[in-house]
């Protein structure tokens, strides 16, 4: 079965940050307000990590630094691939202060480093995502330039699809697309120019369109793990539907606490292999 060759089929651990200091102090994104219910906080995150475990992940963990509230979203780290990782730089000063962490944390963990040093912003897992081994989908706009794709192809041999994002809303690709298997993603349409959407529709021809409310509720904020879709709440019917014919059941984890600052579940979590 060509399904056991999709990137998602054969992750193998990821890296967390438990929320021990998370908040929401600033806004980077237009989603960002209100507080933070921390116990719920908690609970939300170790149900998450719950059921990435319960579907056959092991989860790594790193302590969250007081002073950075947007640590516990360490997808925004890097790009991980064959035991390299491209590292991030921030956009917005808020969050340039997690890059060192991640540096010793890579460094210690002997995953090699690359991109120390570059100019060009980028985002990490956040705008950036397997759909197979040789697939990388490299958003670009408002978190990542689109010039940083030129320096990740250091990290292997593999097409990179440009991704035009077109609502700022949708301000990292991981908030409107998110692979499902290797003919599939769950992607919200309007949040992509005309000819990312052909292209999406190109390379992954079954991909599930979900509405307007399902994005606003970050259903396309999702991990595949095997056969478990695991997202925010509020996946329709439809889409649940449209999951099942391709084999995948759907895990809804409540993510109100970190949805506060424009996260949630593929937010905090970074796919080391
Ligand atoms: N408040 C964080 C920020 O604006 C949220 C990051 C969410 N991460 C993601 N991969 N979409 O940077």
Same mark, same amino acid.
């Given at each position: 079965?060509?399904?056991?060759?999709?990137?998602?089929?054969? !992750?193998?651990?990821?890296?967390?940050?438990? =929320?021990?200091?998370?908040?929401?102090?600033?806004?980077?994104?237009?989603?960002?307000?209100?507080?933070?219910?921390?116990?719920?906080?908690?609970?939300?995150?170790?149900?998450?990590?719950?059921?990435?475990?319960?579907?056959?992940?092991?989860?790594?963990?790193?302590?969250?630094?007081?002073?950075?509230?947007?640590?516990?979203?360490?997808?925004?780290?890097?790009?991980?691939?064959? #035991?390299?990782?491209?590292?991030?730089?921030?956009?917005?000063?808020?969050?340039?202060?997690?890059?060192?962490?991640?540096?010793?944390?890579?460094?210690?963990?002997?995953?090699?480093?690359?991109?120390?040093?570059?100019?060009?912003?980028?985002?990490?897992?956040?705008?950036?995502?397997?759909?197979?081994?040789?697939?990388?989908?490299?958003?670009?706009?408002?978190?990542?330039?689109?010039?940083?794709?030129?320096?990740?192809?250091?990290?292997?041999?593999?097409?990179?699809?440009?991704?035009?994002?077109?609502?700022?809303?949708?301000?990292?690709?991981?908030?409107?697309?998110? =692979?499902?298997?290797?003919?599939?993603?769950?992607?919200?349409? =309007?949040?992509?120019?005309?000819?990312?959407?052909?292209?999406?529709?190109?390379?992954? =021809? #079954?991909?599930?369109?979900?509405?307007? /409310?399902?994005?606003?509720?970050?259903?396309? #904020?999702?991990?595949?793990?095997?056969?478990?879709?695991?997202?925010?709440?509020?996946?329709?019917?439809?889409?649940?539907? /449209?999951?099942?014919?391709?084999?995948?059941?759907?895990?809804?984890?409540?993510?109100?606490?970190?949805?506060?600052?424009?996260?949630?579940?593929?937010? !905090?979590?970074?796919?080391? !292999?």
């Amino acid at each position: 079965m060509s399904a056991t060759k999709s990137a998602a089929h054969i !992750l193998k651990r990821v890296l967390m940050v438990p =929320p021990k200091h998370f908040t929401v102090e600033y806004a980077i994104n237009p989603w960002m307000g209100g507080v933070v219910d921390k116990k719920k906080a908690h609970q939300q995150w170790d149900s998450l990590k719950s059921a990435i475990e319960k579907a056959g992940v092991q989860v790594l963990t790193m302590e969250q630094t007081e002073g950075l509230p947007d640590q516990v979203f360490v997808c925004n780290s890097g790009l991980v691939y064959d #035991n390299k990782v491209y590292l991030s730089r921030f956009r917005h000063k808020e969050r340039s202060g997690e890059q060192p962490l991640y540096l010793e944390w890579f460094k210690k963990n002997g995953i090699a480093t690359i991109g120390e040093g570059y100019e060009e912003i980028f985002e990490g897992g956040g705008d950036a995502v397997f759909s197979d081994p040789k697939t990388l989908w490299a958003g670009y706009g408002e978190r990542s330039s689109k010039s940083v794709y030129e320096r990740i192809k250091a990290l292997g041999s593999f097409d990179i699809v440009l991704c035009d994002m077109v609502l700022p809303n949708f301000y990292h690709l991981d908030t409107c697309f998110a =692979p499902v298997d290797e003919t599939s993603a769950l992607y919200y349409p =309007p949040a992509f120019s005309e000819a990312t959407k052909k292209e999406i529709l190109r390379r992954l =021809p #079954n991909s599930i369109a979900v509405s307007e /409310a399902e994005a606003n509720a970050f259903v396309c #904020n999702a991990i595949t793990i095997r056969d478990t879709v695991i997202s925010p709440i509020g996946v329709s019917q439809d889409t649940k539907n /449209a999951l099942s014919k391709r084999g995948k059941q759907v895990e809804e984890v409540d993510m109100s606490e970190f949805m506060k600052s424009g996260g949630a579940c593929q937010c !905090l979590v970074l796919r080391l !292999l």
